[in-house]
T-cell receptor, first 113, second 113 residues
Framework: DTGVSQDPRHKITKRGQNVTFRCDPI?????LYWYRQTLGQGPEFLTY????????KSRLLSDRFSAERPKGSFSTLEIQRTEQGDSAMYLC???????????FGPGTRLTVL | GEDVEQSLFLSVREGDSSVINCTYT??????LYWYKQEPGAGLQLLTY?????DMKQDQRLTVLLNKKDKHLSLRIADTQTGDSAIYFC?????????????FGKGTSLLVTP
């Protein structure tokens, strides 16, 4: 499978716990994005990497959220002190195309109890 | 960001054509995309159109762009039950650092036998 992969697919956690998600993009794609999708909504942009550099963060990305992309390969998204409002699908996408077409992974569904 | 608007629901009979509409407000949009999302899954890129094009056809899919009215549509010919899903319109503009996608809320397409 050469597509974007995400792990875990589902995560249930208690409020106040920390969680970390991983995204493995297609190897030759240098741009990587994180989005959040809540029920009945389209995905909302969280942050963007060009290789290992984090170049843009949305105002949605509070200080409890941090993302990394060491060596410009896989990326992690960590949420500290989770809140019930963090419950959502977290989607990773990558791109390198001329038309900036973005290819999405299957997502990690987070449920905060 | 600017709002991308879509009707929320569409129901068609198998074999008929489906037309899903989208309006966007950012006149600097350079590319516009259609994505499909099945339950519990990530987003699948269906097609995209560059802002200097009026139409793009790809097998059963036809995209029409009216840049003057900022209106985008996706026509699915000979709709099948497997086309039942949520369809998202998304725009990208050069003003978005990193070319992040701005999504509508999605149109839920139901295809009945």
């Amino acid at each position: 499978d050469t597509g974007v992969s995400q792990d875990p697919r589902h995560k249930i956690t208690k409020r106040g716990q920390n969680v970390t998600f991983r995204c493995d993009p297609i190897s030759e794609h240098n741009r990587l994005y994180w989005y959040r999708q809540t029920l009945g909504q389209g995905p909302e942009f969280l942050t963007y990497f060009q290789n290992e550099a984090q170049l843009e963060k949305s105002r949605l990305l509070s200080d409890r959220f941090s993302a990394e992309r060491p060596k410009g390969s896989f990326s992690t998204l960590e949420i500290q002190r989770t809140e019930q409002g963090d419950s959502a699908m977290y989607l990773c996408a990558d791109s390198s195309g001329t038309y900036n077409e973005q290819f999405f992974g299957p997502g990690t569904r987070l449920t905060v109890l | 960001g600017e709002d991308v608007e879509q009707s929320l629901f569409l129901s068609v009979r198998e074999g008929d054509s489906s037309v899903i509409n989208c309006t966007y407000t950012d006149s600097s949009s350079t590319y516009l995309y259609w994505y499909k999302q099945e339950p519990g899954a990530g987003l699948q890129l269906l097609t995209y159109i560059f802002s200097n094009m009026d139409m793009k056809q790809d097998q059963r899919l036809t995209v029409l762009l009216n840049k003057k009215d900022k209106h985008l549509s996706l026509r699915i010919a000979d709709t099948q039950t497997g086309d039942s899903a949520i369809y998202f319109c998304a725009e990208i503009t050069e003003s978005n650092s990193g070319y992040a996608l701005n999504f509508g809320k999605g149109t839920s397409l139901l295809v009945t036998p």
